[in-house]
């Protein structure tokens, strides 16, 4: 997917007191940087930040970090964090291939919302779902593992219920239409969301556990 190119993007992210320029300062400390215990959710993708951002002030006693490799994107979302008051916030602008060099055993729930499916064979080991990125998830998570996904594309979905049953995750609940689900699963909308529903598309989600 392309993304249009902001001018100096990079200078307005880094200069949002929301946004941890250093993240590998961090690692293993990161209880510290939110100065509480509470457990610790990450989005991978995170886009214009309009799902991590609603999150946290949803719930206040868990700590959310959004993680984004397009600053262009970020900009968004640092915009309409002008004036907020979210302490269990923080932005992280880097490629989702480093987390093992930001976080320890210190996340208890990956958010993967409307990834970039990579649909062609050579690009599988770009998916979020691919097994050397299910590999990664387990050196972060703090004990039980949980992965919570919505996304419009069927092929990567079947893709990553396969893969994720393969590397023996549950699954908790899975919807093949959300937003017309017979029992409502609670819900907060991304910016492409709200543009799929508008459009009719059906949005897919699963909520995948693996309890050691």
């Known amino acids: 997917m392309e993304y249009i190119k902001i001018k100096d993007a990079g200078k307005i992210v880094s200069s949002c007191p929301y946004v941890v320029n250093n993240p590998a300062k961090y690692k293993n400390k990161w209880k510290d940087v939110f100065g509480n215990n509470n457990p610790i959710h990450l989005e991978l993708g995170m886009g214009r930040g309009d799902f991590i951002i609603n999150m946290a002030k949803q719930y206040p006693k868990i700590n959310f970090i959004g993680l984004e490799l397009y600053d262009s994107q970020m900009v968004m979302a640092v915009e309409r964090l002008v004036n907020q008051h979210l302490p269990n916030l923080k932005l992280i602008n880097a490629d989702a291939m480093n987390i093992l060099d930001f976080f320890g055993k210190e996340i208890s729930t990956i958010y ?101």
């Open 112 to 212: 993967l919302t409307f990834s970039e499916p990579w649909p062609k064979k050579i690009d599988e080991k770009k998916r979020f779902t691919h097994i050397n990125y299910l590999k990664m998830y387990d050196r972060i998570f703090k004990k039980d593992k949980r992965i919570v996904l919505k996304t419009d594309n069927k092929g990567f979905f079947a893709y990553s219920l396969e893969t994720l049953s393969q590397y023996w995750y549950s699954f908790e609940r899975v919807s093949l239409d959300l937003h017309h689900d017979e029992n409502p699963i609670p819900n907060i909308m991304t910016d492409f969301e709200r543009q799929y529903y508008e459009e009719g598309r059906p949005i897919y989600y699963v909520d995948a556990r693996f309890n050691d």
